[in-house]
């Protein structure tokens, strides 16, 4: 079936960078853009931008420029969110998702 | 687009209905004719699982209680007879097919 599997839950330190992996399965993977989405502890849905999952191409929303980049590697269908100069603000749940939505990969930053 | 979302909290007895408003600040209208309005439900410890798409399509195993109507910048999500694993946080969505997307804030369901 259609499905989303994120990579595990990372534990960084402020400064360091993380890459949260996001394989696609079950359709072509090519054909629908990867969305990433934030979700802070207890709080609502924050939308961080897109990857255009043919060519590459990459959006991000107002706010998750510069430090946040998307990548993917059509071979293995599999999306990647890189996040440099970790600050303890990053502490979030972070999702892929297209339709259908990963199962969240939790970033804790803290020294 | 602003989503805004009423109310941000409902208790339900079980097996009564309820309902959620989500009003959107500009039509969510397109010029191909398709409105771009998304009901996701968040369970406590997962993830947004859609229950509607394109106002009023129930995804793939959504139980037929579930429900969504509007146009424009007026939606409703409606559950005929709430159950009890109708808990958790629900959000309606814009952007799917013109991004970026905006969600509502949450509304939070419980049982009473």
């Known amino acids: 079936q259609v499905q989303l599997v994120q990579s595990g839950p990372e534990l960084k330190k402020p400064g360091a960078s993380v890459k949260v992996s996001c394989k696609a399965s079950?359709?072509?993977?090519?054909?629908?853009?990867v969305h990433w989405v934030r979700q802070a502890p207890g709080q609502g849905l924050e939308w961080m931008g897109w990857?255009?999952?043919?060519?590459?191409?990459?959006t991000y929303a107002q706010g998750f420029t510069g430090r946040f980049v998307f990548s993917l590697d059509k071979s293995v269908s599999t999306a990647y969110l890189q996040i440099s100069s970790l600050r303890a603000d990053d502490t979030a749940l972070y999702y892929c998702a297209t339709v259908i939505w990963g199962q969240g990969t939790l970033l804790t930053v803290s020294s | 687009i602003v989503l805004t979302q009423t109310p941000l909290s409902l208790s339900v007895t079980p097996g009564q209905p309820a309902s959620i408003s989500c009003k959107s600040s500009?039509?969510?209208?397109?010029?191909?004719?398709?409105?771009?309005m998304y009901w996701y439900l968040q369970k406590a410890g997962q993830s947004p699982q859609l229950l509607i798409y394109?106002?009023?399509r129930r995804f793939s195993g959504v139980p037929d209680r579930f429900s969504g109507s509007g146009s424009g910048t007026d939606f409703t999500l409606k559950i005929s007879r709430v159950e009890a694993e109708d808990v958790g946080v629900y959000y309606c969505m814009q952007g799917m097919h013109l991004p970026p997307w905006t969600f509502g804030q949450g509304t939070k369901v419980e049982i009473k």
């Open positions: 079950g359709y072509n993977f090519t054909i629908y853009p």
């Open positions: 394109d106002v009023s």
């Open positions: 500009q039509s969510l209208l397109h010029r191909d004719g398709k409105t771009d």
């Open positions: 990857i255009n999952s043919n060519t590459g191409n990459p």
